[in-house]
């Protein structure tokens, strides 16, 4: 074998190892493909062979080949194999390899699912280690929901390098399996204060990578973070911190306020420029968020700017680039603080790097005033002549365009000189921002109604110099946009031009071809509006022979764009070519006074319309869009159903279209046919003529020409009078046609058809109203008004900017599904998935004995099952003891309000044991499975109460579900929470019978003389807030051998519904709430309500599997109170509760000789005593009181001398002794039992009690 | 979040890729391509951090990135990762590879992809930030490479004889790579 060994090893020596093959690759490097290629044959022969040492070297020379961009994914399952090595040194090799190959979607990773489960649990540090950070690479949802136990486990691992791993892998597994995340979240929260400081890292690396998408569902989790954050010294640690606060102080204003004085001392004490930077982003973010409302924090900004300008002074560049990236987030809401730094931003923009110069450029927006806005509109024109690169020169253009249009031109005190601006850039090569010129060319010439002379000019100028925007270099360029603009500017201001003749043949000219169809198209519409323009003119002069040769010059030039290869170019040329030649012919007859009829087909004013007024037009009452407009046309109809349901949709689309050539036509043939006379149709074909109609008309536009569909247009033909007269009933089905139909003006609308086709004419009569009103808000520019209107809005729609609701992630972005809300308490069917071999149904545990049996069998295979499991929790378990005080600093903090409300005193103290339960259900699903196992390991219900918390309906209908599906549960569990006494009171009886005989002491609650056994209540008080009160008491149930029944009696204090309790405990080895069916989960749900004032009962039972030690129950009590306003809130109180051991002694006696049986046969070896005198109280009283808190039985007295009996219901025997001195007035007590911790405990509690003087 | 780490030299030849989100090798090359063509026309002096490769992430991205001697180190992060956090994290990683590797060159990197690997994976992990304390880092490291000299123990002796011969012809290893000084702003961000 060895031999062998080495044998192989002999072998492998000579096969290339990684180093070879690197160092072939090099050698090759002519035909590295060609080497390669043979390498990768090598390497299949490699992994073709048994020895793993073979096998992993071929898959880490496949790795270094992955690198060079070869797939290696067909390798995959020998990765795989390398992986499960059980040597470290290959296994590393498979780790690797699969990290830089697998990814969510291989398909082989479901083999893998056990074999890293096998590593994560294995007993070497680095095994785990390995496979966390592979599968950090790869992991899939499948592979997140198998492992999630795992991972969780690996979270208390006594080693800090295994915790620290698997805190980052959960978020992994967050993302693939969201539902993990409630489960977890608890246990990630509690990593955020572990001792290791990097585990502590981690999780809050996780933690602000959860909370950065999602923040708001984190908020409550601010206290635990400014605790970190002013004691921490880790500067990673707080630098992610302080970025999570950034991301949630938007939420929260009042967090911003706390945070200032922290954030401000952080930035005088650190040296670190790393925090301080992030300190001052952070700053910055609160100052956005808590704008108004600080006295005080101008001083804040100011310290902000301050050491931002040390950043952007100092020589390291990357300092000066966050200098200036910070910076301008503060211009957005201060600008006035950056402005006074101008000198240092000017500075900037002559910077050699780029990037810097680009940062200086966006804060530049913010600093131009009115006095300075031409000269640094200057500097940056100089910049961009010297500029190299276009897109650096692009963003300056752009830039400046920005600078100087914000706010409606704010800026701007002479637009002559801002056209000019505009002229001088239209000469920059190559620039690709041509449309942002020529929009701005029109918008200043429509706004600013004063300059319009003066731009027309400019622009005119533009159209004589075409060549200079399309010649050469300029194919690249989209700087003939301008044209656009020109064009249009010229034609429609027409009469601003002082030489429109000379324009109109500047337009006419042979080179305008080349340009793209869009230019072209409003070159023509143009053209013909300077045509107009200069006919109107020249018929005023009675100039014919002027008119002769102007149409001579257009429709000489005109053929040039008829011939144009753009569709739409040609049909306005052949349409403006005819126009023309006929008015020259009705010239040349003579016929004056056509030019007014030419130019009113450009009459109206075109006004800006709103950005968003298509989509503000409001829908007109009782218009349902969805809804049908006329029946659906039933199945026997000719036409094919889809078509007709297609073409009715398409009608309602374009109903404007349609009815107006309805009505076309309706005259059209209306007179022609009028005389035809028709056999009245049926109802029925009118309707099939009606649906026919609707197809032709969606699927034709024109189809006034068509006739394509024979058979349904004859029908048409025959029937068209008829037919017609339907139509306006159509119309009145649909009130927004009509109303469309009556604004259109297509005419001098036909240029706008980007813009917002449904307007109405109603506007224009406003219009005059707001120039008045914008003239006198303009006062202050002296020189030119703009028109600062929005524009053009339907009426009653306001224009907001956050038209764009919702969530706006992608749906494949995983963080969308982990927006959760983890201040909820957990819900019974989340945990997270464990890996279980079936079990048999949980059993129902009621209060009857029969039962047993199986429970024990359960419990023993369970036990096997899961030792292993048993062995873990048992070490945390330990974990568990940690002192209340802790505990609720730990937790008190958890009331966002109080804390936020800076009231120390105000923290609500939440013990851990609530937020700790879950994960022992978790894990066992069966009760019986749960004992001895205690509660350590857990997730917790994140019950929380929080003030503002408010319910969503669904969720309260859920959980009222829920509580339906309890109800039923429970009724069979008889007895546990019938808020009914009867059950318990006969048994307890029993005790008291024997205590009837003798006198009862005067403090003790005496029953009813005569009256049949009852139970003497003893409730306690144990909790309480402010809405409820919370007392038991304990009963035994002397049948069943290991349970107690507890009975918690709820009263209302307040004056509000109280419902859907939910009474949970945190179990404990020696005590644990039977749970009913209701197996898995850790609380029960109470199915009654309390109404104001009320009280009620509700009795849990107890398995109890050690007696003999007080046992210490905690819990918590979660229940929703519903205000008389209806608003519900959630609400927690807990409790923890001392059960004395005689809370476990049933006071009787099976036999009048037990005790003496007992005595005799020295069973009971524990011996114990104590004297106490007893305050007020004679032999007599003690001795009840004795019977009744500890439940002993009295067996027999002589004068002052008793002796009692007990035993517990595990069957401890306990007598005791007891003695009046009458010489000292003291009682001695003397105990023997069978078990010395239990008779301890006892007598501790009767010396307890019999010291207090009765009340 | 860390998207991707890429070391690559002067040439744009790749020594050394993690992409923690998926991308196919031919992704994987183009990337490494456009950011060494966007990196490499940088000068020296200008910052290190750079808006937009299109390829990874989007607006949120920044790539991060140092130069030393004949190698990039080139981070792609998105906006939840701090700009000087990540160039010291950088130095983390070159300054661990120094003393992992003694005087670290890229020849290091070259036949040494799968250590540097193994050294990355202490500081980075699925994209997050693991550990940032060198001497934590170098203890993994260290106790790793001696669990794996165990498992070699004598079987393993032949085999290293070998390639110590195999290495001989090797060219003298040329040790250029210096650490330049750091900026004051980053020795200050201590751990």
Request: glycine residues 4%.
């Amino acid at each position: 074998m060895a031999l062998r060994k080495v044998k192989g090893n002999l072998e492998r020596m000579f096969d290339k190892n990684l180093t070879d093959l690197v160092r072939g690759i090099r050698n090759n490097k002519d035909n590295e493909a060609k080497y390669i290629a043979q390498c990768i044959e090598e390497i299949k022969q490699e992994l073709r062979q048994d020895n793993i040492a073979v096998k992993s070297n071929a898959v880490a020379k496949l790795t270094y080949l992955q690198m060079l961009g070869y797939d290696i994914s067909w390798a995959g399952f020998n990765i795989i194999e390398v992986m499960s090595s059980s040597k470290f040194t290959y296994k590393r090799i498979g780790y690797l390899a699969s990290s830089q190959s697998f990814h969510a979607d291989t398909e082989l990773l479901m083999l893998t699912t056990n074999m890293i489960r096998k590593d994560l649990n294995s007993q070497n540090l680095y095994d785990a280690g390995l496979a966390l950070s592979g599968l950090s690479c790869f992991i899939s949802a499948d592979l997140s929901r198998d492992l999630a136990n795992d991972i969780m486990t690996l979270l208390t691992s006594t080693k800090p390098y295994l915790r620290k791993k698997a805190v980052l892998m959960m978020y992994k597994v967050f993302l693939k399996f969201p539902e993990a995340l409630r489960p977890a979240f608890p246990r990630l929260k509690e990593k955020l204060e572990d001792p290791d400081s990097g585990v502590q890292s981690a999780a809050v690396n996780v933690v602000c990578e959860l909370a950065r998408k999602n923040p708001k569902n984190y908020l409550s989790l601010a206290p635990v973070f400014f605790k970190l954050m002013t004691t921490s010294t880790n500067n990673w640690m707080l630098i992610k911190i302080i970025k999570l606060f950034g991301a949630l102080t938007p939420l929260e204003p009042r967090l911003g306020k706390k945070l200032i004085e922290p954030l401000t001392n952080l930035i005088h004490s650190t040296s670190a420029m790393s925090l301080l930077y992030e300190c001052i982003n952070t700053v910055i973010a609160v100052l956005i968020s808590i704008s108004s409302g600080m006295p005080n924090h101008s001083a804040s900004i100011q310290l902000c700017v301050q050491k931002l300008r040390i950043l952007i002074e100092d020589s390291d560049q990357n300092l000066k680039y966050l200098g200036l990236l910070a910076m301008s987030k503060i211009l957005k809401t201060h600008p006035k603080s950056v402005q006074a730094h101008k000198d240092l931003i000017m500075q900037c923009l002559d910077d050699k790097d780029e990037s810097i110069r680009l940062r200086a450029l966006d804060l530049l927006y913010g600093m131009v005033s009115k006095k300075n806005l031409m000269e640094i509109v200057k500097k940056l024109m100089v910049h961009m002549d010297k500029a190299e690169g276009t897109t650096y020169r692009d963003e300056l253009l752009s830039k400046i365009i920005q600078i100087c249009s914000q706010n409606n031109y704010q800026y701007i005190t002479n637009f002559e000189w801002y056209v000019s601006v505009l002229v001088e850039l239209t000469r920059m090569e190559g620039s690709q921002h041509g449309h942002l010129v020529a929009t701005q060319m029109l918008d200043v010439a429509i706004r600013v109604q004063a300059i319009r002379h003066f731009t027309v000019q400019q622009m005119a100028l533009l159209l004589d110099n075409v060549h200079f925007l399309t010649s050469g270099s300029a194919q690249s360029s989209t700087m003939a946009e301008v044209l656009y603009a020109a064009a249009w500017i010229c034609g429609e201001f027409a009469e601003h031009l002082s030489e429109p003749q000379a324009t109109l043949e500047a337009m006419l000219r042979s080179r305008v071809f080349a340009l793209p169809g869009h230019i072209q198209a409003v070159y023509v519409q143009n053209i013909l509006k300077l045509f107009a323009n200069i006919l109107t003119k020249a018929e005023e002069n009675q100039d014919v022979d002027g008119i002769n040769k102007l149409c001579e010059i257009v429709a000489a030039n005109m053929p040039q764009f008829v011939s144009s290869a753009d569709l739409e170019v040609q049909e306005r040329a052949s349409s403006a070519l005819q126009l023309v030649q006929y008015l020259q012919k009705q010239v040349n007859k003579g016929d004056f006074g056509l030019a007014s009829e030419v130019s009113a087909l450009f009459v109206g004013e075109l006004n800006p319309v709103a950005p968003k007024a298509q989509k503000k037009v409001q829908i007109p009452e009782g218009l349902d869009l969805d809804a049908w407009i006329n029946d659906p046309p039933s199945e026997s109809s000719e036409e094919d159903d889809d078509d007709d349901s297609a073409a009715v949709l398409r009608g309602i689309n374009t109903t404007d279209i349609f009815v107006k050539s309805d009505r076309i036509v309706d005259g059209y043939y209306g007179l022609n046919n009028k005389s035809d006379k028709t056999p009245e149709p049926t109802e029925e074909e009118l309707e099939m003529r009606r649906t026919a109609r609707k197809l032709e008309q969606a699927n034709n536009p024109h189809y006034l020409k068509s006739r394509a569909n024979t058979k349904v247009k004859n029908d048409l033909n025959k029937n068209l009078s008829e037919d017609f007269f339907d139509v306006p009933v159509a119309e009145i089905e649909l009130p927004v046609s009509l109303k469309v139909t009556g604004l259109a003006s297509p005419d001098s609308y036909l240029n706008l058809d980007k813009r917002n086709k449904t307007q109405k004419k109603k506007k224009k009569k406003g219009k005059k109203e707001r120039d008045a009103s914008t003239d006198e808000e303009d006062d202050s520019y002296p020189l030119h008004v703009v028109n600062t209107d929005i524009g053009e809005m339907p009426e009653g729609a306001q224009l907001s900017d956050d038209d764009e609701d919702g969530d706006s992630r992608p749906n494949d972005d995983p963080h969308k599904a982990l927006d959760i809300n983890l201040d909820e308490p957990l819900r019974d069917e989340e945990k997270l998935p464990i890996r279980t071999h079936h079990l048999p149904d949980p059993v129902n545990h009621i209060i009857k004995s029969k039962k047993k049996h199986h429970k024990e069998k359960d419990k023993n295979k369970d036990r096997k099952e899961r030792s292993k499991e048993h062995r873990k929790l048992k070490s945390k378990s330990k974990n568990k003891d940690r002192n209340p005080i802790e505990d609720e600093k730990l937790h008190g903090g958890d009331n966002l309000d109080l804390w936020l409300g800076h009231d120390p005193s105000g923290y609500q103290p939440v013990t851990s044991d609530g937020e700790k339960q879950a994960m022992t259900s978790e894990k066992l699903p069966t009760n019986s499975s749960r004992s001895e196992k205690g509660a350590g390991e857990s997730v917790g219900s994140l019950g929380k109460s929080s003030k503002k918390e408010k319910k969503r309906s669904k969720e309260l209908k859920k959980e009222k579900k829920s509580s339906l599906k309890m109800k039923e549960g429970y009724e069979e569990a008889a007895g546990i929470s019938t808020p009914s006494k009867e059950v318990i009171s006969d048994l307890q009886g029993q005790g008291l019978a024997d205590l009837q005989g003798h006198s009862l002491p005067s403090d003790l609650p005496v029953d009813p003389p005569g009256g049949l056994p009852h139970v003497v209540t003893s409730y306690t008080k144990f909790a309480g807030d402010k809405t409820l009160q919370m007392m038991y008491e304990c009963r035994l149930l002397p049948q069943e051998s290991n349970q107690i029944v507890l009975s918690v009696l709820l009263s209302n204090q307040s004056q509000s519904l109280v419902k859907e309790l939910d009474f949970s405990v945190c179990d404990t080895l020696a005590i644990k709430l039977i749970r009913g069916d209701c197996g898995n989960q850790y609380g029960i749900k109470l199915h009654f309500q309390l109404s104001p004032g009320s009280t009620s009962e509700a009795q849990f039972a107890f398995e109890v599997s050690d007696v003999t030690q007080p046992q210490k129950l905690r819990g918590t009590l979660t229940y929703i109170i519903e205000m008389s306003d209806g608003i519900a809130s959630h609400e927690k109180l807990d409790f923890s509760l001392l059960l004395p051991c005689s809370s476990f002694m049933i006071g009787r006696l099976p036999h009048r000789d037990t005790v003496t049986d007992l005595l005799r046969g020295g069973q009971l070896t524990h011996r114990n005593s104590f004297a106490v005198s007893p305050v007020n109280r004679d032999f007599s009283q003690v001795l009840s009181l004795v019977c009744f808190r500890s439940h002993f039985t009295l067996v027999e007295q002589v004068e002052k001398t008793a002796s009692l009996y007990s035993r517990s219901l595990l069957g401890h025997h306990v007598c005791l002794l007891l003695k009046a001195d009458p010489s000292s007035s003291q009682i001695s007590v003397d105990g023997k039992s069978n078990c010395e911790s239990l008779l301890a405990a006892l007598m501790g509690e009767l010396r307890g009690f019999l010291q207090v003087p009765p009340a | 979040m860390i998207k991707a780490i890429l070391v690559f030299n002067n040439h744009g030849k790749p020594r050394m890729s993690k992409f923690y989100q998926y991308f196919n090798e031919d992704m994987q090359q183009q990337i490494i391509k456009e950011t060494f063509q966007l990196v490499s026309k940088r000068d020296d002096n200008v910052c290190n951090f750079l808006e937009g490769g299109s390829l990874i992430g989007g607006s949120d991205y920044k790539l991060i990135y140092r130069h030393y001697a004949t190698l990039y180190f080139v981070f792609c992060v998105d906006s939840s990762e701090s700009e000087l956090g990540i160039l010291d994290l950088i130095q983390v990683f070159v300054e661990t590879l120094d003393k992992c590797f003694e005087n670290v060159c890229e020849l290091d990197l070259i036949f040494h992809v799968d250590k540097v690997h193994y050294i990355l994976n202490e500081l980075v992990m699925g994209g997050m930030v693991l550990e940032t304390n060198m001497t934590e880092i170098l203890t993994r490291i260290e106790d790793q490479n001696k669990l794996e000299k165990q498992e070699a123990g004598l079987a393993a002796a032949p085999a290293r004889a070998v390639s110590a011969v195999k290495n001989m012809n090797i060219p003298q290893q040329i040790k250029d790579m210096k650490l330049p000084d750091l900026p004051q702003a980053i020795k200050d961000l201590k751990f």
